[in-house]
Nanobody, 122 residues
Framework: QVQLVEIGGGLVPAGGSLRLSCAAS????????MGWFRQAPGQEREFVAGITWSGGSTDYADSVKGRFTISRDNAKKMVYLQMNRLKPEDTAIYYC???????????????WGQGTQVTVSS
């Protein structure tokens, strides 16, 4: 089992950057694929980015490709989401998730953090 805590949300102007971190606990962290999802008010939770257990493969939603980068450090049990050229439509609660394989569906992930708010002002 793994527990996840997101760190680093906040308010940023459009065009700015922000880095989210996800701290994990549990001895088997390195065996999990990790993902970032987000949920805007009145919207469904959606996939943002994912990374395999080794970090060798990543996947991104079309809306963030070229702007966001997911990475992980298994020794530190951390996952990161670097967000550049932020847009007001990126405003949402961002969630970190762990699962047994890289996927884009909510059902692909078994463990979730509590979320962190990201607000991009226009």
């Amino acid at each position: 089992q793994v527990q996840l805590v997101e760190i680093g949300g906040g308010l940023v102007p459009a065009g700015g950057s922000l880095r989210l971190s996800c701290a994990a606990s549990g001895r088997t962290f390195s065996s999990y694929a990790m993902g970032w999802f987000r949920q805007a008010p009145g919207q469904e939770r959606e996939f943002v980015a994912g990374i395999t257990w080794s970090g060798g493969s990543t996947d991104y939603a079309d809306s963030v490709k070229g702007r966001f980068t997911i990475s992980r450090d298994n020794a530190k049990k951390m996952v990161y989401l670097q967000m550049n050229r932020l847009k007001p439509e990126d405003t949402a609660i961002y969630y970190c998730a762990a699962g047994y394989g890289l996927g884009y569906r909510l059902s692909d992930y078994n463990y979730w953090g509590q979320g962190t708010q990201v607000t991009v002002s226009s």
